[in-house]
Each structure stands twice: as structure tokens, then as C-alpha cells.
Antibody, heavy 117, light 107 residues
Framework: QVQLVQSGAEVKKPGASVKVSCRAS????????LHWVRQSPGQGLEWMGV????????IYAQRFLGRATMTRDTSTTTVYMELSSLRSEDTAVYYC??????????WGQGTLVTVSS | DLQMTQSPSTLSASVGDRVTITCRAS??????LAWFQQKPGKAPNVLIY???SLESGVPFRFSGSGSGTEFTLTISSLQPDDFATYYC?????????FGGGTKVEIK
């Protein structure tokens, strides 16, 4: 079955970068887009962007342009989301999620990123 | 960007109640709307897609309706397992956008 397994929790200082991974299994990796969605503590869901694992092309939400970078490694069926210039407001759970025709159906378990001095 | 507005933000209800949550899009999205349920500490789960299609395995007490800019999620008879937060999401166009969420609490 479809599995998306994310890397573990991170604690970072303001100004640093974080790179979260999401390993996909149980389906042809290059067939489905993978998204990143974050959720700040006690808040709603915020879409960050999407990557096409087939060719590595990406679309980012405007507010993350220039600060978020999504990449993939087809040899390990893993996608990555790197967020730079971290600030306290970036403290959140970051989810990867697989879509079919843009409908997000399968989610990773989430990765808590804490930004604190 | 398409804005999704959900109401109410919080809803207090009892087991057995009929519950309705509304979602409004800032422009027409056809029927490209999904509803998610999220429980504390867990990832969201899709309940409804294409505005009114029930996801496999989701109980029949959940239903969705609407098109264009106005959508509703209805739980016909609230069960103890249904106390959670619900989100609508449009997937008509990027950026994908979510409603602000509706927390369904025990009355």
C-alpha cells in the first residue's frame, strides 16, 4: 500500500535552514505528484508547493518562493523540502502528501520543525 | 489566489445531531472541492472529493453537496468518533487552498 515516511523532528535556530525528507513506497514513484503542506501549532493547513517526481518540476505558493526548495531523488524514491532563513513563525508540522489529479489522498506522518533561539 | 471561507469555526453538538458545515470559494471552482477530517496529532483524511463523492471506507453518514462557490458537508447523525476538525480544500487550481477549519466539539 502507499506509504510516505518522513524524517524525524528538528530543532533549528532562527536564520538556519531545515531539510525534511519523505520516502515514498508502494506505488510507481514518478507517477504521482507530491505536495508539502504545513500546520502551525493550533492553526489550519497551509499548502507550500508541489513537485513532479518524474521531471523534478515544481510549483510553489507565492509566500514560499525563494525560501522553499523541493527536490527529489528517484533512486531512493524520496522527496525533500528545504526551507531557509527560518523564523519562529515557521514552527509547524510539515506534511508530505501524494495527489492524484490534484486531490491529496495519502499523507505522511508529519515532521515537527521547531524554530527557537 | 482562491480564498476558501468556512463556517462556523467551532460547532458544539451532541451525539445523534445532524451537523452542517459550509465552505465558500472566492470564485467558481466547479466541483473541485474536497473535505478532510483531522484528529489531534494526526494527518488529515479525505472524506469527500469532487464535492459530493464519498471516499472509499468513509461512513455513509457523511455527505457533500454544492458546486461553483457554495459547498456543504453534512454529518447525518453525529457519532463519538466524529468529534474532530474539518477542512474544505479547493483543488481546481494552484495554489491549493484550504478553509480555516471547523472544530466539532461535544456539547
Amino acid at each position: 500500500q502507499v506509504q510516505l515516511v518522513q524524517s524525524g523532528a528538528e530543532v533549528k535556530k532562527p536564520g538556519a535552514s531545515v531539510k525534511v525528507s519523505c520516502r515514498a513506497s508502494g506505488y510507481p514513484f514518478t507517477t504521482y505528484f507530491l505536495h508539502w503542506v504545513r500546520q502551525s501549532p493550533g492553526q489550519g493547513l497551509e499548502w507550500m508547493g508541489v513537485i513532479n517526481p518524474s521531471d523534478g518540476s515544481t510549483i510553489y505558493a507565492q509566500r514560499f518562493l525563494g525560501r522553499a526548495t523541493m527536490t527529489r531523488d528517484t533512486s531512493t524514491t524520496t522527496v525533500y523540502m528545504e526551507l531557509s532563513s527560518l523564523r519562529s513563525e515557521d514552527t509547524a508540522v510539515y506534511y508530505c502528501a501524494r495527489s492524484s489529479q490534484q486531490l491529496v489522498r495519502s499523507w505522511g506522518q508529519g515532521t515537527l520543525v521547531t524554530v527557537s533561539s | 489566489d482562491l480564498q476558501m471561507t468556512q463556517s462556523p469555526s467551532t460547532l458544539s453538538a451532541s451525539v445523534g445531531d445532524r451537523v452542517t458545515i459550509t465552505c465558500r470559494a472566492s470564485q467558481s471552482i466547479g466541483t473541485w472541492l474536497a473535505w478532510f477530517q483531522q484528529k489531534p496529532g494526526k494527518a488529515p483524511n479525505v472524506l469527500i472529493y469532487k464535492a459530493s463523492s464519498l471516499e472509499s471506507g468513509v461512513p455513509f453518514r457523511f455527505s457533500g453537496s454544492g458546486s461553483g462557490t457554495e459547498f456543504t458537508l453534512t454529518i447525518s447523525s453525529l457519532q463519538p468518533d466524529d468529534f474532530a476538525t474539518y477542512y474544505c480544500q479547493q483543488y481546481d487550481a494552484y495554489p491549493l487552498t484550504f478553509g480555516g477549519g471547523t472544530k466539532v466539539e461535544i456539547k
